[in-house]
C-alpha cells in the first residue's frame, strides 16, 4: 500500500469516527455535542494521518481498528443499543420505515 491509500483510510475511519461520535452524542444528551469529544478523536486521526506517511499499512490498520472499537465499545460495556442501532432508527424514520424498537437493558 503506498502513502495516499494509508491515508484514504486514515481520512474514511477520521469521517466515521466523527459520524458516530455525533449520533452517540446527540442520542445520549439533548443540545449539541461537546467540543470534548471531537477534539480527542481528532487528535487521534492526526498521529494516525502522520503514521499512515510513514507506514501506510499501520496507520491504516490502526485507523480502522479504532472505527471498530468506537462502534463496538457499547456493546462490550453491556449496553443493548448503541450508535449503531440509533443510526439505523434514524435512516428507518428518514425512509419512511418503520424503525424496529431497541431492547433496552
Known sequence: MNAAGG???VIGSWLTVLALITVR???SQKGLPRP???LGASVLMTMLFGLAG???S???ALA???VVGVAAAP???GRTT???DQAASWLASISGGQPSPAATK
Open 64 to 66: 480502522a481498528g479504532t
Open 82 to 84: 448503541g450508535p449503531l
Open 54 to 56: 510513514l507506514a501506510p
Open 58 to 60: 499501520l496507520g491504516a
Open 75 to 77: 456493546y462490550i460495556a
Open 25 to 27: 452524542e446527540v442520542s
Open 36 to 38: 470534548g469529544s471531537y
Open 7 to 9: 491515508r484514504a483510510w
